[in-house]
């Protein structure tokens, strides 16, 4: 039987993808709750490239998917918001 490529959070090999996420399907992006962000600028320091701060000091969001080499800042920067502001999301890719 193949499976289909996709593994558990274990790394065990998932024959039914039903309860499990393909590695290569999610895209993934960040998200600002704005009724918490203060505006503290912290994600722009920890992620310059994906994060730059208005004139008022708030987070803008340059809207591109965070690269798999990206994806351990990116973590570090939602743990380290001190409004808990910041949000890694996962959306399923789509073919354009």
């Not at 065990?12 to 505006?39: F, H, K, M």
Request: aromatic share 6%.
């Amino acid at each position: 039987m193949r499976t289909s490529g996709c593994t558990s959070a274990a790394g065990v090999a998932a024959r039914y993808v039903v309860s499990y996420r393909c590695q290569e399907e999610p895209v993934n992006r960040l998200e600002i709750d704005w009724t918490r962000c203060d505006g503290h600028g912290l994600c722009a320091t920890l992620l310059p490239d994906d994060v730059v701060l208005d004139e008022w000091g708030f987070p803008v969001l340059r809207g591109r998917e965070i690269t798999p080499g990206e994806l351990t800042n990116a973590r570090r920067a939602v743990l380290a918001c001190p409004a808990l502001a910041l949000r890694l999301e996962a959306a399923a890719k789509t073919d354009s």
